[in-house]
């Protein structure tokens, strides 16, 4: 039977979001209504699912469920929380611009006393000034990731980006140089780090691995190098297979900071002390202790001493390096097929012809916009550990929601608090991605939000 002309038209619109071919013996086809379905020619099977939600490279990498870590997880967050209360009265509101979100939580955290560090650990309350919004959470888990993202932004000097690429951070080891308070910002940050654990948030920045290992008073090795820079790493791996005595090398370092060529001695009178077949996995040594322990240990210092402000810093060596990478940051790359799998729908069905459309767009979008969905409707980027399974609401647990909701000439709307997409019933599909496209790219604030 031949499709109808909206039907035709929706096929025209849907071949507009190119996903790459099928696998071998797969057809898609578009039902007279305009629902997607696919015919798995090879096993005679009709389904509504694309099969392409499969492919890893499609719809991002699957992460391996560990029951280890949830239950380190859960154990650290009993353990951590006890004594604490969620009654706002014991809690602390705190009213920020967005614009100036970094400088106003700052300055406020400055002034806090001592008995109101300790109340961080309790219920918080976020206010955009000039926003009208009722924080049950989703206000607080924004603050979290646009905070985040201004205090690791390398223009304020204090973290940098590692040496082999633009995306992983580490403490930039002359930020004293860049903010004569630098230390005291750093407590600051500490405190937001510890803050987001308490509160069961996440972090929208990632750090070298040597970062979680100094914050887990572990030592830091060779191997450690060739994730961060991998020319140095190299050089290092030679001298330790080789004799160094031709290279001349002295107990010296050098380096250039803010193009000012600058040379620093790894032992007093270092350089004099010429390194040699005897004494040159003493230089490696000392090499990345300078790295990365020495030239950042005042920062470091300070960071832990914020994140001991709200949590043990015995606690967090219940996990190892990378655990606590996860604990803090979550999940960078979003697995489409795994938020498709623990989505809940309320007056749709997983089959409805709005919500295969929906799918589909998530799958056609890059990384950077599926990142920018997610945070227009949970209030962050990141994904928990153990996958969507776990993402949290203003009261626990709460999976992602879509709710049949709203006009077709009305905007969807977003719920941080309860993870819910109030989405309307579109007539079309370039109409709904038209819709969901501008108000994720032009929606700042909480206006109207439950």
């Known amino acids: 039977m031949p499709l109808s002309s909206d039907a035709e038209n929706q096929k025209m619109s849907l071949s507009l979001d190119s996903l ?59 353990e951590i929380r006890k004594g604490r209360t969620d009654h706002i009265n014991n809690g602390v509101k705190l009213r920020v611009r967005r614009s100036e979100v970094f400088s106003d939580s700052y300055s406020i955290f400055r002034k806090l006393g001592r008995n109101e560090v300790k109340r961080l650990r309790n ?14 959470g989703g206000v607080s888990r924004e603050w979290f990731e646009i905070l985040s993202v201004e205090m690791f932004n390398p223009y304020y000097g204090l973290f940098e980006y590692s040496a082999v690429d633009n995306y992983t951070l580490q403490i930039n080891p ?10 005291a910002v750093f407590k600051f940050i500490g405190r937001v780090a510890g803050m987001a654990i308490m509160h069961k948030r996440l972090l929208n920045g990632f750090f ?52 000012e060529h ?56 219940t996990f190892d390096e990378g655990e606590l990478e996860f604990l803090m940051s979550g999940i960078g790359v979003i697995d489409v097929k795994d938020w498709k799998d623990n989505t809940e729908y309320k007056n749709y069905r997983p089959t409805d012809k709005v919500i295969l459309w929906f799918w589909r767009m998530v799958l056609s979008f890059g990384d950077e916009m599926r990142s920018k969905l997610l945070q227009f409707i949970t209030g962050t980027s990141r994904v928990p550990y153990n996958g969507f399974k776990e993402l949290h609401g203003s009261n ?3 999976k992602f929601k879509i709710s049949k909701s709203g006009s077709p000439e009305s905007l969807p709307r977003a719920h941080t608090c309860f993870n819910r997409l109030d989405l309307p019933e579109y007539s079309t599909y370039r109409n709904m991605k038209k819709k969901i496209v501008t108000a994720i790219e032009y929606s700042q604030g909480f206006d109207g939000v439950d």
């Open 20 to 78: 790459g071919p099928l696998p071998t013996g797969w057809e898609e086809r578009l039902s007279e209504d305009g629902r997607i379905f696919f015919i798995n020619h090879t096993k005679k099977k009709t389904t509504w699912e694309d099969p392409r939600f499969s492919n890893p490279q499609l719809a991002g990498r699957k992460m391996e469920y560990s029951r280890d870590y949830k239950y380190k997880y859960e154990h650290f967050m009993k």
């Open 208 to 259: 070298i691995r040597p970062f979680y290992k100094m914050m887990l008073g572990k030592m830091i090795t060779i191997s450690d190098m060739e994730s961060v820079d991998a020319e140095y790493y190299n050089s290092l791996v030679w001298i330790k297979e080789n004799d160094p005595e031709s290279l001349l090398l002295t107990f010296q370092v050098e380096e250039e900071v803010f193009g």
């Open 396 to 398: 626990g647990p709460c």
């Open 123 to 136: 219920r918080l309350w976020i206010e955009f000034e000039g926003e009208v919004g009722y924080d049950y």
């Open 174 to 183: 002359n930020s004293g140089l860049c903010n004569q308070d630098h230390l």
């Open 262 to 317: 600058t040379e620093t001695e790894l032992v007093p009178g270092g350089g004099d002390i010429q390194v040699t077949e005897e004494n040159k996995m003493e230089y490696i040594d000392m090499v990345i202790k300078w790295r990365f322990v020495s030239r950042i240990r005042d920062q470091m210092a300070h960071f832990l001493q914020g994140i001991s402000d709200i949590i043990p810093l015995k606690m967090i060596k």
